[in-house]
């Protein structure tokens, strides 16, 4: 298959034109402008096919991303495809689109953790897909504690990793509350981003009336 051809029979200008405002950082002419739900299917089918994938367009860059996650191979190989992938990913679609892709982490935590490590330090994308990371493979009862050390630990200037630190303390007051509620309480985060947690963590179904109430009570008044 023709991974690029494939992708513009698959575009759709009215989605491009939408999805264009929610990544304002990549240029509107390097955009297709393919669905997820597409592009994921095109992806399958280069996995199969073990086609090429050229990187100039936004929807190729997601594409080769969702390829790392359905590559059938051992973990060794998945990191080495992964330490390729990564600085390639420049927005927040590519970067939580394809996390939830690797899959693969479920089964090899303890080698994927160590792997992430060294993101955390890099640049706005490199921190951001460390964090996504954790927050989607390693709120777990092992890894909850060092998980929420590093999020409480991030002092960052960059909104796309202040956002995806919100998002994690989010999810994980909803899976581990009473892990979590300390970090708010002793005001470990930075402002923005502690203010923000709360406010994502009100916007959850699954947290009652009485508990949002009082994590409002909560909210500092001074932004940073």
């Not at 698959?10 to 297709?32: C, G, M, Q, R, T």
Request: proline content about 3%; aromatic content about 12%.
């Amino acid at each position: 298959m023709n991974v690029r051809e494939e992708l513009f029979k698959n575009e759709d200008s009215e989605y491009k034109a939408f999805h264009s405002k929610l990544i304002p950082n990549v240029l509107p002419d390097k955009i297709i402008g393919v669905r997820v739900p597409v592009m994921r299917k095109i992806a399958k089918q280069a996995v199969r096919e073990n086609a090429d994938v050229q990187l100039d367009y936004y929807d190729e860059i997601m594409v080769k991303g969702f390829t790392v996650g359905y590559k059938k191979c051992d973990i060794e190989e998945h990191l080495a495809d992964l330490k390729n992938f990564v600085p390639l990913i420049d927005n927040w679609a590519v970067c939580d689109c394809a996390c939830s892709t690797f899959k693969f982490t479920e089964k090899n935590r303890e080698e994927v953790w160590a792997f992430i490590q060294p993101y955390l330090d890099g640049s706005e994308y490199d921190i951001r897909f460390a964090v996504v990371m954790i927050m989607d493979y390693f709120l777990t009862d092992d890894y909850i504690e060092k998980s929420l050390e590093i999020l409480s630990s991030i002092k960052s200037e960059f909104y796309y990793v202040n956002m995806a630190v919100a998002w994690a303390i989010s999810v994980a007051y909803v899976k581990y509350e009473d892990k979590t509620l300390p970090i708010i309480e002793n005001r470990l985060l930075p402002v923005w981003v502690h203010n923000k947690s709360i406010q994502k963590i009100c916007e959850s179904y699954r947290v009652d009336k009485q508990k949002k109430a009082y994590l409002k009570t909560l909210k500092l008044k001074n932004q940073e």
